[in-house]
Nanobody, 115 residues
Framework: VQLQASGGGLVQAGGSLRLSCVAS????????MGWYRQAPGKQRELVAI???????NYGDSVKGRFTISRDNAKNTVYLQMNSLKPEDSAVYYC??????????WGKGTQVTVSS
């Protein structure tokens, strides 16, 4: 399974970005899809996850600002990020859990929010 993320970049505080992650390869069925992030010197943390049924869960720091969605036909997960803050700066990783329980990580995409 390969995960290709895109959409990262540099944005000013208060701005928006939309991340996308496409899963490809030998995929039988995807359960959860999600986004995590890791800032320098910090542990990787949950940003948001979405189940195959559309249930979502968000990290406390992004609730009300970020929205996760998915297109099952395209094996794609999206992360709409609004009202970005400098503390949102990090490498964002997409994650996929398939029905066998195996999980996969994308290579990450850099998000930088300037003040």
């Amino acid at each position: 399974v390969q995960l290709q993320a895109s959409g990262g970049g540099l944005v000013q505080a208060g701005g928006s970005l939309r991340l996308s992650c496409v899963a490809s390869g030998s995929i039988f069925s995807i359960n959860n899809m999600g986004w995590y992030r890791q800032a320098p010197g910090k542990q990787r943390e949950l940003v948001a996850i979405i189940t195959s049924g559309g249930r979502t869960n968000y990290g406390d720091s992004v609730k009300g600002r970020f929205t996760i969605s998915r297109d099952n036909a395209k094996n794609t997960v999206y992360l709409q990020m609004n009202s970005l803050k400098p503390e949102d700066s990090a490498v964002y990783y997409c994650n996929v859990v398939i029905v066998t329980g195996s999980y996969y990580w994308g290579k990450g995409t850099q998000v930088t929010v300037s003040s």
